[in-house]
Each structure stands twice: as structure tokens, then as C-alpha cells.
């Protein structure tokens, strides 16, 4: 499960995710944007019953991505980190593949280094590598209702692109995000997603 959170400070947070987890059997969870760091993410982190964990700790409000799992179901190695993804090797029922959450930054000349880190990786491994997360970045303009068209090339697409990923679609609302600006305008955008290379779409057909 990757969830884009946008903040678990909350005191409520750790039983609703607790009971998420136990409802939806997540052995591997991500949450992205908590919006805390430091020891009042680990004392959240703890609290949420898993037996492992790597965080790339929120700058501020700003980012921030966190990987949970349980040990005994599922065996995962952190291969790479920054501070836009976490990378990790997955070994389940004995399949091999790479899992990368991604939190993209906001900012545009930041989140370019994200699409040439994960060149990197793609080109480091032929592995069904999958990759989920909020990339803070749209496909074109039938992802966004409300607001000004996109009127500028998308490092996004060039990545996506460029390493050949499938889109794995998805169930439910189109837009993952709003907005509302100064005049009460909402805008919606969809800027979370799941893609994977074609080796890890042929062994997981039905994602």
C-alpha cells in the first residue's frame, strides 16, 4: 500500500492505519508527505506494529517518504534512497523485483534529478522493477480538470518514455489531488500513480 498522507500527526492516525493494515493484509506500507521527522516520526512509526522500517525524513512540511514491513512475509532489502525514493529488492514467493516509492518534489528544477536518478536504477538492473508514488507531475491534460492546459514538456513523460513503463491504470477517482485558488476555482490533478517495466507486468498480470 502506498499512501500519500499529507500529514500523521494526527492522534487518531495509528489505529485507523493499524486497522487498514489488518483489513487489507499489507505486509510492505508507504507512506508519503507525514509532515513530521525526527522522533516524532519514529514514536509514530512504532506504533504501527511493523517489525521494519526505512524513512527519508520530511523536509519541514515538505516531503518525506517512509517504507514499512513485516520480516516474517516478506524479505526487503533498501538498495538505494534519496530524497525523492526509496528503492528495495523484493523477494516474494520466490519472484525477485525492485519496488521504488517515489515522493517528486513540488519545486520542477528539483524533480528533474529524480528522472536521472531513476535512469540510473533502470539501467542498473533488468529486474521487473515497479515504481508507485506521487510524482507531482502530469501525463497530459486529460489528467487535470480546472486551471490553465499544460503547455510544457514533461520530464515525466520523457522518463516514463525512456525506460519503456506501463501506466497500471486505476480503479476509482480520476484525480488524487485539489486545489483551491483565491477565487474559489478548484482544480483536480492526478499525480499519483503506479508503472512498472514490461518484466514486471508479465509476472503480475492482474496489478
Known amino acids: ?18 486497522d487498514l493494515v489488518k483489513i487489507h493484509k499489507i505486509d510492505i506500507l508507504v507512506i508519503l508527505e507525514p509532515r513530521i521527522s525526527g522522533n516524532t516520526a519514529l514514536n509514530v512509526i512504532k506504533r504501527l ?23 516474517h512475509v516478506s524479505c526487503v532489502d533498501i538498495v538505494a534512497y534519496s530524497r525523492q525514493s526509496i528503492t528495495a529488492l523484493i523477494k516474494m514467493n520466490h519472484i525477485d523485483w525492485l519496488f521504488t516509492a517515489v515522493y517528486a518534489h513540488p519545486c520542477p528544477g528539483i524533480r528533474k534529478n529524480l528522472w536521472s536518478y531513476l535512469d540510473g536504477i533502470a539501467s542498473a538492473t533488468k529486474l521487473p522493477w515497479m515504481i508507485a508514488g506521487d510524482f507531482n507531475e502530469l501525463v497530459d491534460n486529460s489528467e487535470k480538470c480546472g486551471g490553465n492546459p499544460i503547455s510544457h514538456g514533461s520530464g515525466l513523460v520523457d522518463w516514463i518514455d525512456r525506460n519503456n513503463l506501463i501506466d497500471l491504470g486505476f ?23 503506479g508503472l512498472s517495466n514490461i518484466n514486471w507486468r508479465h509476472q503480475f498480470p492482474e496489478a
Do not use: Y
Open 1 to 18: 500500500m502506498v499512501w500519500n498522507v499529507r500529514g500523521v500527526g494526527s492522534k487518531n492516525f495509528p489505529g485507523i492505519m493499524k
Open 49 to 71: 506494529g511493523f517489525s521494519k522500517f526505512h524513512v527519508v525524513d520530511a523536509n519541514g512540511f515538505s516531503g518525506g517518504i517512509w517504507m514499512l514491513w513485516n520480516e
Open 171 to 193: 480503479i476509482g477517482a480520476q484525480f488524487t489531488w485539489c486545489r483551491k485558488n483565491e477565487n474559489g476555482v478548484l482544480t483536480w490533478e492526478r499525480l499519483d500513480r
